[in-house]
């Protein structure tokens, strides 16, 4: 079956500590983003990708870092300057808008990330 | 102001009824509309697209868009207990691949 699969599903960082989620879809999806999404609060945008080797920030991508490598993955680190990372972090795919006009986002199941 | 726009809530209704969600946009050229449902601790699941003007009817799911109006609504019929969750409605425009999501309504059924 074709998703998207996000590890670990509980992560702990410790003060000083780089930590890295992972994101693989085999959707054959081009477009990739990174969403933070706190408490009772909506998604955020972090970083998004519309094609290897290429990506943008979104609206919150202070103290985060990228890299598009391959088609099928998109990590996302979470570094020591980012001071509050403790939330739901979501993964998520499509096909751009180019190819096929609008198709929706499908998401991962998500990693949620603590400090210790 | 937001891209996109959702009442919080919650939205309380009794078990049978209709729940009637709300989402407004403020950008007039965005061009698809989604629904996403999210239960607690979990994922976005997408549950409606659509992307011209009128009503889609998806088994007791019903989108609405009315582009003059900026709005986009979603009808549960029926409603279930388990159909409480949070409705997330997602907008997107252009030849960009940012997807825009309102804060979510919660909605709670009641047995």
């Known amino acids: 079956d074709g998703g998207i699969t996000q590890s670990p599903k509980y992560l702990f960082r410790k003060e000083g500590q780089n930590v890295t989620l992972s994101c693989e879809q085999n959707l054959n999806h081009d477009a990739m983003y990174w969403y933070r999404q706190d408490p009772g609060q909506g998604l955020r945008l972090i970083y998004y990708?519309?094609?290897?080797?290429?990506?943008q920030k979104g609206d919150i991508a202070e103290g985060y870092s990228v890299s598009r490598e391959k088609k099928e993955s998109f990590p996302l680190t979470v570094t020591s300057a980012q001071k509050n990372p403790t939330a739901f972090y979501l993964c998520a795919s499509s096909i751009p808008f180019r190819d096929r006009g609008g198709q929706p986002q499908h998401f991962g199941d998500g990693t949620r990330l603590s400090i210790l | 102001q937001k891209e996109v726009e959702q009442n919080s809530g919650p939205l309380s209704v009794p078990e049978g009824a209709i729940a009637s969600l709300n989402c407004t946009y403020s950008d007039r050229v965005s061009q698809s509309f989604f629904w996403y449902r999210q239960y607690s601790g979990k994922s976005p699941e997408l549950i409606m697209s659509i992307y011209s003007n009128g009503d889609k009817e998806d088994g007791r799911f019903t989108a609405q868009l009315n582009k003059a109006s900026q709005y986009v609504s979603l009808l549960i019929r029926d409603s279930q207990p388990s159909d409480s969750a949070t409705y997330l409605c997602?907008?997107?425009?252009?030849?960009?691949?940012?997807?825009?999501f309102g804060s979510g309504t919660k909605l709670n059924v009641k047995p």
């Open positions: 990708s519309q094609i290897v080797n290429d990506f």
């Open positions: 997602a907008v997107t425009r252009g030849n960009f691949n940012k997807f825009y």
